[in-house]
Structure formats: C-alpha cells, structure tokens
C-alpha cells in the first residue's frame, strides 16, 4: 500500500523531517533482521486522536527486544510520551502508529551484541487493510504451503522483523494463487494465525481462536474479542478442516483498523 506521508518522524529523541529520515545501508537490522517492532492505531475522538492499547503495544516492544538480547536506550514512559508527541507534531486526526527498534551502524557479523540500538517512530494516514471492499463482501482465503515457525526456530513471541519474511511469503503466495489472504498452519499441523491478523472461528455461539501456544505472538486485541462480536470466546486448537463452512470464520486485524472481516470463500489446499 502506497504510504502517505507526514511532517516528522521521532528518531532517537528527535524530531526530524520525513525525507531526513535516513539510515546507512550498513546498517545491521537492514542485513540480519534483527529488529523489533510494534503496529498500532490512533482513532478520531471528540477529544483528538486516541491510541489504542499504547502502553500496551510499547511494553510488548520492550519484550520483544528482551528476546533479541536488545537493550533500548529509552524507557517505557519515554516512548509512550514520544509517540504522543510525534502524532500532534503531524497533526494527524487518526493514523497508522510504526515504532521500530533496530540494530544501527557500526558493527557487522552476526554478534549483534556491540551493534547500538536505535529507535524510530513513524506516523502516517493508512486505510483498512485490504480495502473497503473486503469489509462490505469479505475475502477469499487459501491455507499457505509456508508453515508458522517454530517457536524453537525463532521467538515467535516476539515482533521481529526478521521473523516476517514467514508472513510475507505466505501473503504472496496467496496473492499470486488469486486469493486476498492465507491461514497459516504450525508445524503440528494446527491452525496458527493469517500473515498478520487474528484467525476466529464461531462454533456453536462461541468465538473460538488458536491459544498462544500455537505459536503466534500475544495480540491486544485477543482482549477485546467479545465486546467486538457479542460472544462467548476461548482459546482452542483448531485443525486444518475445523473452518469447514466459511461464514463461521472471522479475520481481525488488529494493527490496521480493528475491523472483523467475514471469509467468504476457503482453498484447503496448500499447493
């Protein structure tokens, strides 16, 4: 999705002009994907823009970092308060919030542990994720030949920017099969997550969604669940074949818009 861009960006303290915003092509993260990162949304009040869950999304930055053996140079206040500030510096009514910490320049090799950390924060206009449309008719998914990974392979708990190069392929593979979206399976063969959203299935008047220990990463909006559909909810593994009927099975993204989207159509084949 094309970006659209604002004034400043927060950048290790600092305000800085979008185009100012730059980093060195040595940089490490850009090489070895060792970063973190955080997808969050700031929704138009009679009172301004309010963030969704911010303190929450920030903290899991800081986890997220924990696991790759990051320490950010920045408390959990300090970017609670910069983000706060990079939305009213660029005036935004509502936005798509990306912070980001990641390895900068200096060090090369894979012991990241000299490499300094850096922190950024953008903010920017962005619509629902896969359009209007897919709120109104729904989208057709496929389940991915791509497996989740591990949570002994990578730290799936946490947000890193490496680790989405599993989202990614599945995501294309489904675009190129003629589908908008795809299921991911774990390696046991059970129902993970989409590339980027919550998997819900309504199952006897209950919301029914795969437990963390399926291997995807702790989700705010897992929280929110039942106020969002009016239902009972549980964590439960699901099989590959338990969304049989595709008007019981629900998507939520959770960084772009919280909105529910129905599955219209399914393709259990993973070719």
């Not at 303190?55 to 970092?65: I, N």
């Not at 989202?167 to 774990?186: C, F, P, Q, R, T």
Request: glycine letters at 8%; one cysteine or more; a positive charge.
């Amino acid at each position: 999705m094309p970006i659209d861009k604002t004034a400043k960006i927060w950048m290790d303290g600092k305000l800085v002009d979008w185009d100012d915003a730059r980093i060195h092509v040595l940089t490490h993260t850009l090489h070895y994907g060792s970063g973190v990162f955080e997808g969050i949304r700031a929704y138009p009040t009679a009172s301004g823009p309010a963030v969704f869950r911010l303190t929450d999304h920030m903290r899991r930055l800081l986890q997220s970092a924990h696991f790759f053996m990051m320490e950010v140079p920045f408390t959990l206040q300090e970017l609670v308060d910069a983000t706060k500030e990079t939305i009213r510096v660029n005036q935004v009514e509502s936005c798509y919030i990306r912070p980001i910490a990641f390895l900068g320049y200096g060090e090369m090799g894979l012991n990241p542990l000299l490499s300094p950390v850096n922190v950024s924060i953008a903010v920017w206009p962005w619509g629902t994720y896969l359009g209007d449309e897919a709120l109104k008719h729904g989208v057709r998914m496929k389940v991915s030949s791509w497996r989740r990974m591990d949570p002994n392979v990578n730290p799936v708990a946490a947000k890193g920017t490496g680790i989405y190069i599993n989202s990614s392929l599945a995501k294309v593979e489904a675009l190129h099969a003629g589908y908008d979206e795809a299921i991911l399976l774990n390696t046991h063969g059970f129902v993970a997550e989409c590339t980027g959203e919550n998997i819900f299935v309504v199952k006897d008047g209950t919301l029914v969604t795969p437990p963390l220990s399926s291997g995807v990463p702790h989700r705010h909006r897992r929280r929110d669940r039942p106020d969002a559909v009016g239902r009972r909810s549980r964590d439960r593994r699901a099989r590959r074949d338990h969304p049989q009927d595709p008007g019981d099975l629900l998507r939520n993204r959770p960084r772009r818009g919280a909105a529910i989207q129905r599955v219209v159509g399914i393709c259990p084949r993973m070719t």
